[in-house]
């Protein structure tokens, strides 16, 4: 059994490392995707499988992994940073670092139409606190201006009506809720799972 996580581990190490190489590479098609769609996202989750959300207490990657998302994350800024630089155009670049959710995390660029839409994405958080992942990879030190925010799933009441399954999972959770107003004019109760931390910077 041992032996078998290890395999594992070394399997997704190689995976993280090929697809930081792959995102940094000239040939990544970076400047080929703005010109088409003005923004882009590199995905740990493309790489780790899965999502957040309903398994909120499932264990979070450590050691040697965490370490390796976190450097990965930080090469692919730098080298979309290159490239924006030399578009000589007005750009966002951000790193989204959540926290504990490592394996959400993501770096983000957009330009043209799409320069201002992530602006306010996340509730910001009233904190001064900046990422414990600082500590582990100081060369995220390099990126400044963390800002705290929330991260949290939102569950649509109208999407899960038709399952009792997870409408009774919502409610026994007591999670907060808010109202929205659709186009129409009718409202919709969203429930609020939180799930920790989103420190954007860049």
């Not at 800024?77 to 578009?87: F, I, S, T, V």
């Amino acid at each position: 059994m041992r032996q078998r996580k290890t395999r594992g581990h070394s399997r997704l190490h190689h995976q993280l490392k090929e697809w930081a190489k792959n995102q940094c590479a000239p040939s990544n098609g970076l400047s080929d995707i703005l010109d088409k769609h003005q923004r882009n996202w590199a995905k740990v989750r493309h790489v780790w499988g899965i999502d957040c959300g309903r398994d909120s207490a499932r264990k979070h990657p450590g050691g040697l992994t965490r370490k390796l998302i976190l450097q990965s994350l930080h090469q692919i800024y730098q080298a979309w940073k290159r490239e924006l630089d030399a578009r000589n155009e007005p750009y966002y670049l951000k790193i989204w670092l959540h926290e504990p959710w490592i394996e959400e995390s993501q770096v983000v660029c957009a330009i043209g139409d799409y320069l201002h839409c992530y602006d306010k994405i996340f509730d910001m958080l009233n904190e001064d606190t900046r990422p414990s992942s600082l500590a582990s990879v100081p060369e995220l030190k390099t990126i400044g201006n963390w800002q705290a925010h929330l991260h949290s799933a939102e569950y649509y009441e109208e999407e899960w009506s038709d399952d009792p399954t997870m409408m009774e999972w919502l409610r026994e959770r007591d999670f907060p809720t808010k109202e929205v107003t659709l186009n129409e004019g009718s409202t919709e109760k969203i429930y609020i799972q939180r799930l920790g931390r989103v420190f954007v910077g860049g």
